[in-house]
């Protein structure tokens, strides 16, 4: 089981927390000016990559608060944890 | 000639062989998993297509071929899937004799519990829909679902009483290694190579042509490997939940992401479960192997990862469900855990169709129930890759399907999505 830094709470059990997928994503300015393949982008593609993943997560049974988390998809290392706002640190 | 009681038994003969790569391919495929196997098998059954490789980074089908719970079923909402996935039926039912290889493909059925009321009119939608569609598929009371499975608890004291369930009689179970050995020696004898231990890390593109064709990388015309560059007329991609990580390489980015799907067995048990039974409320699905262990699966870790292992509490969860459902279940041990990595889509469908990159072809996006289709993503595969068109039955799983919106979405409507 993953253990979770909660940028306000502490580390945690992963069963405290949802999962938001990646982070760092923000809805189009003006969804209209989109063509449909931007559209798709924008609503169905996502990094998946093997290796250092900025991602969202919100600790769901504590303060239900959403905040970043910089994992490693292949070991499951956490590096880093950090309030939504701000920069994404840059992968060790 | 007498017996040395020492002596190690004789080495039974190999399947295939174990071919050393040429220069080059008619087609490669990367991934020996069942699907890529099926994809060779149909190419040169199907196709006369024989000058083909299977690559794969590892050993033959030791990815989620090894690692899924074996369920098999054609009980899909819509009519795309039910199209796909019970062409792949019929193809089962017809597999161990034409593979010549006993599987122990058991067409056993599956129950799909409902529990509440919109399960209900779910479950119900589900199998008209079926009916519609050539597909075996019946609602049953409670009282017809403890007649299949007396084991199951279908007492109305529960948290989740058993309100009733679909029946598809034709599903079933197969024997998920023997499949791919059996579909291994097949191609394999067709001519074709299977190099194990050969992991594709990248592409050879083609520059743009004479006369000012085609620009700079738009088409592939080979793979780079570990032992080496393979040319290849085409290249097919059945690498499950590693294949965005090939086409990040060329900016292809696909609308997957990889999971951790994990499942457990129980030690070996008489003979008692008659069926297999899934159920998407209390979210659990229990079958029992022909040697006697139960096996159980649910749903997927909720965090992207390649570890190929997931979180306890994933299990925990599935065994409370199991033994909600079975309330015999609660003493019997558990054997082991493990993990595979599956590519799951945002409609839960799979992807299967050319790229943006020319001479590559995805098959991919089949998330936590691919097993099933293993003989269907084989033909449509190898027919995408012969012809270079995709074959009817999988001229709707395109790529091109997330920009049109046509999205084939079985999320929730075909039970636990295995
Ligand atoms: C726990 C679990 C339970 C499941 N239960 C069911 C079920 O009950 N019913 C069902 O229908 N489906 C089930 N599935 C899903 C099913 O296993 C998959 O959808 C299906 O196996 C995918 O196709 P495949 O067999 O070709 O994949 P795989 O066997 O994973 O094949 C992909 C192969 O590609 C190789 N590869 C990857 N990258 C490279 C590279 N760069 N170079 C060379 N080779 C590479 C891998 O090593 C692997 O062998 C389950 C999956 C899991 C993990
Ligand atoms: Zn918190």
Known sequence: MLLIECPWCGGRDETEFGYGGQAHLSYPDDPHELSDERWAEYLFMRDNPRGPFAERWVHSAGCRRWFNVLRDTATNEITASYPIDAREPVAR | MSHDPRALPEQPSWLWRNPEPKRSYDVVIVGAGGHGLATAYYL?????????????????????????TTIIRSNYLLDESAALYDH????WETWPEELDY???FSQRGVLNLAHTMQDVR??????????????????????EVAKICPILNVSSEVRYPVLGATFQPRAGIAKHDHVAWALARKADAMGIDLIQGCEVTGFVTAPAGAGGTGTDGDRVVGVHTNRGTINAGRIGLAAAGRTSTLTEQLGIRLPVQSHPLQALVSELLEPIHPTVVMSNHVHVYVSQAHKGELVLGAGIDSYNSYAQRGSVPVIERQMAAAIELFPMFARAQVLRTWGGIVDVSPDASPIIGPTP?????????????????????????????????????????GLDRFATGALIDEHGAAAVAH
């Open chain 2, 357 to 397: 990159v020319g001479n590559l072809f995805v098959n991919c996006g089949w998330g936590t129930g691919g097993f099933k289709a293993t003989p269907a993503a084989g033909w449509t595969f190898a027919h995408t890759l012969a012809t270079g068109q995709p074959h009817a039955l999988n001229e709707p799983y």
């Open chain 2, 122 to 143: 779910d479950s119900k939608r589900r199998a008209f829909s079926n009916q519609l569609n050539g597909v075996d598929a019946e609602w049953l009371t409670p009282d």
């Open chain 2, 44 to 68: 040169a059954r199907n196709h006369g297509i024989t000058n083909v490789a299977v690559l794969e980074r590892g050993w033959l089908a030791g990815g989620n071929m090894a690692r899924n």
């Open chain 2, 88 to 91: 792949a039926l019929r193809l």
């Open chain 2, 102 to 104: 006993d599987f122990l």
